[in-house]
T-cell receptor
C-alpha cells in the first residue's frame, strides 16, 4: 500500500484479555517502530525492528508486551492480560533504512480501550 | 539519558500572529532534530528536520534552527493560519540508537 497501515483502528477489550495489534509498513522499508501515545504523555517508544530482528526493545513496559516481525514486513504487537493502564493509541512507523536522521512514516494508530 | 522538553500547551493565537514553540534537548553526541505535526484526525507527519548544528529546517512557512550552544530547536512561524491548528512534537534521534525520542507535544489552536 501507499502508507503504513494499522489494524484494527479501534479495539475495546476487557481487562485480563489478550490483544494483537497489526502493522503493515511501507513496502521495502527495513526499519519498523512501535510507539504508544497516551493522553498528556507524548509518544513513548516501545520497540524497534531492523528487518526481523529487534535490536532495541527497551521501551516495552513489562513482560506482558511482546512484538514480532516476519518476512521483514508485517509486525504484530501482543499485549497479554491487558490492564486498564494499557489503554492508549498504539502507533506504528516505518522508515527506509533506519538511520538516525531519516523521516519516519506513521500509521493512523490503534486506539486500545481496556474496560 | 536522551530527552526532549517542549513548552506545554495549549497555545492559542489569532490568525496572522507570530508563533514560537520552545524545544530543548539533552543528548549525548550530536543528534538529529525534528518537528512532527499531528493535524486533527490524521497521523503524525514530519514537518521539518535539521541534522547538524546551525542547520535550519523549514517547511510550510515554519522554521527551526539547531542551536548546539543552547541545546534548542525552537519552532517559529511568522504568520499562523487556522489550518496550522494541530499538535506539534519536537523529537531527537541519537545516532547510535536509531529511535526517535519525542517531547510531550504542544497543542496549537489558531482562531480566525
Amino acid at each position: 500500500g501507499a502508507g503504513v497501515s494499522q489494524s484494527p483502528s479501534n479495539k475495546v477489550t476487557e481487562k485480563g484479555k489478550d490483544v494483537e495489534l497489526r502493522c503493515d509498513p511501507i513496502s521495502g522499508h527495513t526499519a519498523l517502530y512501535w510507539y504508544r501515545q497516551s493522553l498528556g504523555q507524548g509518544l513513548e517508544f516501545l520497540i524497534y525492528f531492523q528487518g526481523n530482528s529487534a535490536p532495541d526493545k527497551s521501551g516495552l513496559p513489562s513482560d506482558r508486551f511482546s512484538a514480532e516481525r516476519t518476512g521483514g514486513s508485517v509486525s504484530t504487537l501482543t499485549i497479554q492480560r491487558t490492564q486498564q493502564e494499557d489503554s492508549a493509541v498504539y502507533l506504528c512507523a516505518s522508515s527506509s533504512t533506519g538511520t538516525g536522521n531519516e523521516k519516519l512514516f506513521f500509521g493512523s494508530g490503534t486506539q486500545l480501550s481496556v474496560l | 539519558g536522551n530527552s526532549v522538553t517542549q513548552m506545554e500547551g495549549p497555545v492559542t493565537l489569532s490568525e496572522e500572529a507570530f508563533l514560537t514553540i520552545n524545544c530543548t534537548y539533552t543528548a549525548t553526541g550530536y543528534p538529529s532534530l525534528f518537528w512532527y505535526v499531528q493535524y486533527p484526525g490524521e497521523g503524525l507527519q514530519l514537518l521539518l528536520k535539521a541534522t547538524k548544528a546551525d542547520d535550519k529546517g523549514s517547511n510550510k512557512g515554519f522554521e527551526a534552527t539547531y542551536r548546539k550552544e543552547t541545546t534548542s530547536f525552537h519552532l517559529e512561524k511568522g504568520s499562523v493560519q487556522v489550518s496550522d491548528s494541530a499538535v506539534y512534537f519536537c523529537a531527537l534521534s541519537a545516532r547510535i540508537t536509531n529511535k526517535l525520542i519525542f517531547g510531550t507535544g504542544t497543542l496549537l489552536a489558531v482562531q480566525p
